[in-house]
């Protein structure tokens, strides 16, 4: 009886180990067309053409199986709307790709783009927030820095625009 408690444990353990293997390495399946999507996006991208490579990192980011390209595809998804001016369109994906994605190593690049994103839509507040998330994870010296840097600009400009409101409320006949 003892024999048959153990055989039924161990089988159930390695049935259980089993489907974690599975479960991690279905997690990002490789795709040969989503490397080379990828690769055409980010000539596109670097070419100034960011319409182009928009349409194809949103073709990869929200495609039905996740493959190894998908969380670059969000980040650059979201960088391409930015070089467009499209600042609003930033927020929405890259809070999704934060949500689905917390472990990323793309995780401190989202936050700086975010931040920038906040931050010339004047949305301060948000930006010192964001960019001290990038700063805190970033491994990378030049992107702490250049998110420290950019965080005291949205301190400044958050100073600066309380001050203005203050000014404002003072001077109105109300």
């Known amino acids: 009886m003892m024999r048959t408690h153990t055989m039924l444990f161990l089988a159930l353990f390695m049935l259980t180990l089993g489907l974690g293997q599975l479960s991690a390495q279905g997690r990002f399946q490789q795709n040969p067309n989503a490397d080379a999507l990828f690769a055409d996006g980010t000539r596109l991208y670097r070419a100034g053409r960011y319409d182009d ?16 390209k998908t969380t670059a595809a969000y980040l650059m998804a979201a960088k391409s ?26 995780l401190p690049d989202a936050y700086y783009t975010l931040g920038m994103a906040s931050f010339v839509t004047h949305r301060y507040v948000d930006a010192a927030r964001q960019l001290l998330h990038a700063m805190e994870l970033a491994s990378d010296e030049k992107l702490r820095s250049a998110s420290a840097t950019l965080r005291v600009a949205s301190r400044c400009a958050m100073w600066k625009s309380k001050a203005s409101l203050r000014r404002m409320s003072a001077a109105s006949p109300l």
């Open 81 to 106: 709307s930015f070089a467009l001016h499209h600042y609003e369109a930033v927020a929405p994906v890259l809070l999704e790709f934060i949500q689905r994605y917390p472990e990323s190593d793309y």
């Open 53 to 68: 490579a928009l349409a194809i990192f949103e073709s990869l980011r929200k495609g039905e199986i996740v493959h190894q």
